[in-house]
């Protein structure tokens, strides 16, 4: 084995640690957001009316969360590259 195989896995283990940690906090704050709004969805069913669907600060909080969430599983994702890139190199 060589020194780049090494050097691949590594860099691509790093990532995928260092994506993970990056979005796994944002996915749980998503996901408590998106329960909280299925429940005020579900509330305004009940109590009937309009629900407004203009742009909250919610909205715009869930989106810079699913963003945050995207780059660290695209950081996942490269460090899964760099380790199947590390076993193709021979």
């Known amino acids: 084995m060589g020194a780049v195989n090494l050097l691949l896995w590594g860099a691509g283990v790093a990532l995928i640690a260092f994506g993970y940690t990056r979005a796994r906090r944002p996915w749980d704050r998503l996901q408590a957001l998106n329960e909280q709004d299925a429940n005020e969805t579900r509330y305004s069913a009940w109590r009937g009316g309009v629900r407004d669907s203009s742009t909250t600060g919610a909205s715009v909080a869930m ?6 969430a995207r780059i660290g599983g695209a950081i ?3 460090g899964f590259l760099l380790v199947l890139a590390g076993f193709a190199i021979r």
């Open 63 to 68: 989106e810079m969360l699913r963003r945050q």
């Open 76 to 78: 996942v994702g490269l």
